[in-house]
C-alpha cells in the first residue's frame, strides 16, 4: 500500500508480506488459542500468556488470520483485561506477581510479571474492534478505563497498576501513553461518526 502511494514498484514486497505472515503462524498454539510468547528460546517455546500478541491484533497489517484474533481476544479478556489496563502476564502463571512495590530488585522484578500496563487497552481494543461489529461493549470498556482520569493524578492516567484487585496505581502518576490510547481509542469511534 504504501508503495502504492509513493507510485513505486511494489518490487516483491507483497510477496515479502506474505513470507511474514505466513512465518509468523509459527507463533500459534491451536490447543491454547494464543500465540507463544517466545520462540526458540534457550528452554524451547514458551507458551506463556502475555499481551505481545495484542499488538500483532491490532496492527493494520495484522499477520493474524481473524478466527485467531477471534480466540486472542477472548483468552486475552479472561486472563488478562482489568478495568485499568492489561496484565503483563496471566495471573494463572506460576511466575504472576500480583503487587508491584519494594525495593528496585522487587519492583524491576514484578515490572513484566502481572503488573497491569494501563497503555495495553489500546492494543486490546483495536484488536477486539476487529472481530466486532458492536461498538456498545467496546465504548463500556473505553468509558470504564477513561474513569481512571479522576482517580490517581487527576487529569491523566498512572503508568502502571498492581495486577490483582483494588488495582492500586504504581509508577509514572501521569503517563502520556496511557492517556494516548484512550483519545485513540475514543477517536476512532467518535471521530468516524462525526467526520462523516
Avoid at 478495568?83 to 524491576?108: A, E
Avoid at 461489529?133 to 478505563?145: A, G, H, K, V
Wanted: proline content about 5%; hydrophobic content about 40%; overall charge negative.
Amino acid at each position: 500500500e504504501f508503495s502504492q502511494i509513493l507510485d513505486i514498484e511494489k518490487g516483491g514486497y507483497v510477496q515479502k508480506a506474505d513470507r511474514v505472515k505466513s512465518a509468523f503462524q509459527r507463533f500459534w498454539i491451536e490447543t491454547e488459542g494464543y500465540c507463544c510468547d517466545v520462540l526458540d528460546g534457550p528452554n524451547g517455546n514458551d507458551p506463556t500468556l502475555r499481551p505481545n500478541q495484542l499488538i500483532a491484533g491490532a496492527v493494520a497489517f495484522s499477520p493474524l488470520k481473524i478466527e485467531q484474533l477471534e480466540r486472542i481476544v477472548s483468552v486475552c479478556e479472561n486472563g488478562l483485561l482489568t478495568p485499568f489496563g492489561v496484565r503483563s502476564l496471566s495471573p494463572f502463571s506460576p511466575k504472576y506477581q500480583h503487587f508491584y512495590g519494594g525495593d528496585l530488585f522487587m519492583r524491576d522484578s514484578a515490572y513484566h510479571q502481572g503488573t497491569v500496563w494501563a497503555w495495553l487497552i489500546g492494543p486490546f481494543l483495536l484488536s477486539k474492534m476487529k472481530i466486532s461489529m458492536d461498538n456498545s461493549e467496546i465504548l463500556t470498556l473505553l468509558d470504564q478505563y477513561l474513569e481512571n482520569l479522576n482517580l490517581h493524578g487527576v487529569g491523566s492516567i498512572s503508568e502502571i497498576f498492581d495486577g490483582d484487585a483494588p488495582f492500586t496505581p504504581r509508577g509514572c502518576i501521569a503517563q502520556a501513553w496511557s492517556v494516548a490510547v484512550g483519545l485513540q481509542i475514543w477517536d476512532q469511534i467518535h471521530g468516524k461518526n462525526q467526520r462523516a
